[in-house]
C-alpha cells in the first residue's frame, strides 16, 4: 500500500488525511462521508465518517410506514347487503303469480326441524350416511394449524380414545385414556364408529378433563359404539351465517 493510502498529496493545495471509520483506509478528510441511516420517519446522522466506497445506501426496512389519510366517504354509498346474501335456508315452495303481469313472485317460510332449529343448505356436520347433502365435510381435510399473529394453534390432533357410547337420550358420551385439551363449543371430527349416523362433525360439551359429550342426530339407543377403526381427532371448520355450533340437520332429512 501506498505510504498515503488512498489520500492525495499536493505541496500547492494540501488538504488533512482522514481515516475511514469502516474500512481503516487512509483518505482525504475532505472526501469523507457522514453515514446516514433511516430511524423512524427522518433520516440520522450515524455520526461515523466513511469513504464512498464503504458509504452504504440508506436501509428502508427501518424507515417508518407513514400511513395517507382514510379516503372521503361517498355520497348515497350502496353497501353490499351481507346479511340476506350469506343466509341460505331452505324454505317451502309457495310462489303466487301476479295477476297482472303473470310473473311469479317467489314466496314460502323459512323450514325448520321439529326443535325449531333453521334447515340450511350449507355443508353440515353429519356425513353420507344420514343423508347429507354432498359432498360433505371431510375428516381428512381438516386444517392442521391456524395461525393468529405470533401464537399458533393444532387441530387434526387425536384423541386417544377409551370408550364412545350413545346414552340413549341423544348424547354421545366420550371418554379419553388422557386430557383431551378442549374446551365447551370446540369442534371435532369421528369416523369409523358401528353406527354411521353417530359418525360426522360436531360440537362438544366439556364434563371432565378426560370426557366430553356431543348431541346425536338421531337419537340412538344406548350402547357401545367404538370400533377398532375408529378416529376422533379435533377441527376447527366454519359455520352457516348465524349459528353458533356444527348443524346436524341438512336439506334432505
Known sequence: ?????????????PQAFGICDRCGILYNHTNLQWQYDWAGASLINKRILVCD???????????????????????????????????DYRITQANSTN???????????????EDSNIRVTQEIGGTRADLSEQPGLDQNAVMPLQTNNSAATAYYVTLSLISVTSDGIGNAVVTCSSAHGLSTGNQISVEGLS???????????????????????????????????????????????????????????
Do not use: W
Request: hydrophobic share 35%; charged share 10%; aromatic share 6%.
Open 99 to 113: 295477476l297482472q303481469t303473470g310473473i311469479p313472485v317467489p314466496g314460502g317460510q323459512t323450514r325448520i326441524t
Open 53 to 87: 466506497t464503504c458509504n452504504d445506501v440508506p436501509q428502508q426496512q427501518l424507515r417508518a410506514i407513514v400511513l395517507p389519510a382514510d379516503p372521503v366517504p361517498i355520497l348515497n354509498p350502496r353497501v353490499q347487503d351481507y346479511v340476506g346474501s350469506e343466509s
Open 195 to 253: 353406527i354411521g349416523t353417530a359418525d360426522g362433525f360436531y360440537d362438544v360439551t366439556v364434563t371432565t378433563a378426560t370426557a366430553f359429550t356431543y348431541q346425536l342426530n338421531p337419537v340412538l339407543s344406548a350402547g357401545s359404539l367404538l370400533t377398532n377403526t375408529t378416529k376422533m381427532v379435533t377441527a376447527n371448520v366454519g359455520l352457516p351465517y348465524g349459528f353458533s355450533q356444527v348443524p346436524q340437520t341438512g336439506p334432505l332429512r
Open 1 to 13: 500500500m501506498r505510504p498515503h493510502g488512498r489520500a492525495r498529496v499536493s505541496a500547492r493545495n
